[in-house]
């Protein structure tokens, strides 16, 4: 079984139960963020003498497969555009029944930005009167989409994007990111020759980096421009995936910038 190895600095913290109850995970696509939660929710459950998570224990392989009971995801309806207040209030009264089989109970939100206002109000009351053994984890590609009254009630761990074969988009989605924000066009126009006729499964990476780092690395003075610029990302990227004219899709995003 693989399984997601914690962050350096968190390892070093569940291994001395230190680990805080309340976190925003972002920095990273929305897959990348659900490894590291359910890595982080073994680190809570595992029942290993050694490092934590252990992997091979019982409950580090349930959390795993998504069978173990102290542990459940929380997400938005498909037929719904946000997290419903009913779902938050469910995870509310279901933390008070006591873990079935560990000493904590996980909570994982996927894609916590689609909380709407009274979610999150509904989610702070959870955060501030449930029981001690509860874990809330918020996953978060933009962690500024939050409350601040949320964000400041946990604690933040910022994925650095990529690594290994990745590492070369995120650095090119990072400078693209970087130009389309800055909106000068002319160098944005210099920078993207090389790759206008780019390979499809060459450039979708650098454009998923690119809207990663939007997201993320937005100045705060920027933020509905970051916003629009991440739509036409994400808009140019899933028209990529359905095998549009890539030349095309980069005149579309290069019009969106500035
Ligand atoms: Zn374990």
């Not at 963020?33 to 595992?46: H, I, N, Q, S, W």
């Amino acid at each position: 079984m693989t399984q997601t190895a914690l962050p350096q600095a968190l390892a070093a913290r569940a291994q001395a139960g230190t680990l805080g109850h309340a976190w925003i995970l972002t920095g990273a696509a929305e897959e990348r963020l659900e490894e590291t939660a359910k890595a982080l929710a073994a680190a809570f459950l595992c029942q290993g003498d050694g490092p934590r998570p252990c992997g091979g224990c019982k409950a580090c392989r349930k959390v795993d497969r998504d069978i173990h009971p102290d542990f459940q995801w929380v997400e938005k309806p498909a037929d719904k555009r946000e997290i419903l207040v009913s779902q938050v209030r469910a995870m509310r009264s279901d933390v008070y029944i006591r873990p079935n089989e560990g000493r904590r109970k996980v909570y994982a939100l996927k894609n916590a930005w689609q909380m709407n206002e009274e979610a999150q109000n509904a989610f702070l009351k959870v955060l501030e009167e449930g029981p001690a053994y509860g874990v809330f984890l918020l996953l978060s590609e933009n962690h500024l989409a939050l409350l601040p009254t949320v964000r400041s009630r946990c604690e933040l761990l910022r994925l650095t994007p990529g690594g290994g074969e990745d590492a070369q988009a995120a650095q090119l989605g990072g400078e693209l990111a970087e130009r389309l924000l800055a909106g000068d066009r002319w160098e944005l126009l210099r920078w993207c020759v090389p790759f206008e006729k780019g390979k499809r499964e060459e450039v979708l990476p650098i454009w998923q980096a690119a809207r990663q780092a939007v997201l993320t690395r937005g100045p705060s003075g920027q933020m509905a421009q970051a916003a629009a610029l991440a739509q036409v990302l994400g808009e140019v990227i899933a028209a990529g995936e359905r095998n549009g004219n890539m030349g095309a899709l980069w005149g579309r995003l290069l019009a969106a910038a500035g």
